[in-house]
């Protein structure tokens, strides 16, 4: 890696352990996505006579996973069970699009309010490699939580189910595909999303929330789209990650066009 490159990019990892709008996500948003999974799954009721005794409204997501042909083959105690730690899949595809969106909105809009981004912009750092730190320092962190938090519900959904059901369930092939593969790419195009938002933003607020009102949204989308489909399907998970990977790679390109320098100081001064 070039050394100014790793330097740039250590300085970027600091700074984001040290910024107290996005912390509280890396902290709230993994507690969430493994404890109210793990919960439902450790109070639900096996039958729809108890489902509708205590939310009648469950009874239809009973009958759901009664006709999902991919569920047939299961015994039909453990269909609700499957199905709801599929649908699950979709915390942790959110999660690193929010984390890192939120990170990437701030990736330039801060250096403008703090005054260190003219000699940022005056480094050697070619825009490629500033923009690649950017995006790492903004996606790989956002990535690292998602994918442990992910393993920590993957262990709590086993101890759960084995209990309850006596099988204990694991993560099908599509899922970890899924969650390995599109998980990341879908962080890395909101982080490229956010940068683009943090370039044009005069200021953090503006920045935080054009992202609240762009960024998530669209990865939401994104996500309803082509990863809840890829949680159940092998094929479609591996065409959903040629797809996000082909749109993070169109974003990176976008950014690293638009990228100028000059522009942005302009703006800024």
Do not use: C, H
Request: aromatic residues 6%; charged residues 15%; glycine residues 4%.
């Amino acid at each position: 890696m070039n050394p100014v490159l790793s330097i740039f990019l250590r300085k970027e990892l600091r700074d984001l352990r040290g910024n107290p709008q996005v912390l509280p996500g890396y902290l709230i948003l993994p507690a969430m996505a493994v404890i109210l999974p793990t919960l439902m799954l450790a109070l639900m009721p096996f039958d729809p006579t108890a489902i509708a005794a205590v939310d009648p409204d469950l009874v239809t997501l009973f009958r759901l996973a009664s006709r999902d042909p991919t569920l047939a083959v299961f015994p039909e105690r453990e269909r609700m069970f499957r199905l709801l730690v599929r649908e699950f899949v979709a915390f942790f595809l959110l999660m690193p699009v929010i984390l890192a969106s939120m990170s990437a909105g701030l990736a330039i809009a801060a250096e403008k309010q703090q005054r260190t981004l003219e000699p940022i912009l005056a480094t050697p750092l070619s825009d490629r490699d500033l923009l690649l730190a950017k995006l790492l320092a903004a996606a790989v962190p956002a990535v690292v939580v998602t994918w442990a938090a992910v393993l920590l519900s993957v262990v709590a959904t086993a101890i759960v189910t084995q209990v309850r059901l006596g099988t204990a369930l694991w993560p099908t092939a599509a899922v970890l595909v899924t969650v390995g593969a599109v998980a990341p790419l879908g962080g890395a195009a909101a982080a490229l999303l956010g940068i683009r938002v943090s370039v044009k933003a005069a200021d953090i607020q503006a920045a935080v929330q054009a992202s609240g009102l762009w960024v998530i949204p669209a990865g939401i989308l994104l996500i309803a789209v082509v990863g809840r489909p890829a949680a159940r399907s092998l094929p479609i998970a591996f065409l959903a990650v040629a797809v996000v990977g082909a749109i993070a790679w169109w974003l990176f390109r976008i950014n690293l066009k638009k990228f100028e320098r000059e522009e942005i100081l302009t703006r800024w001064v």
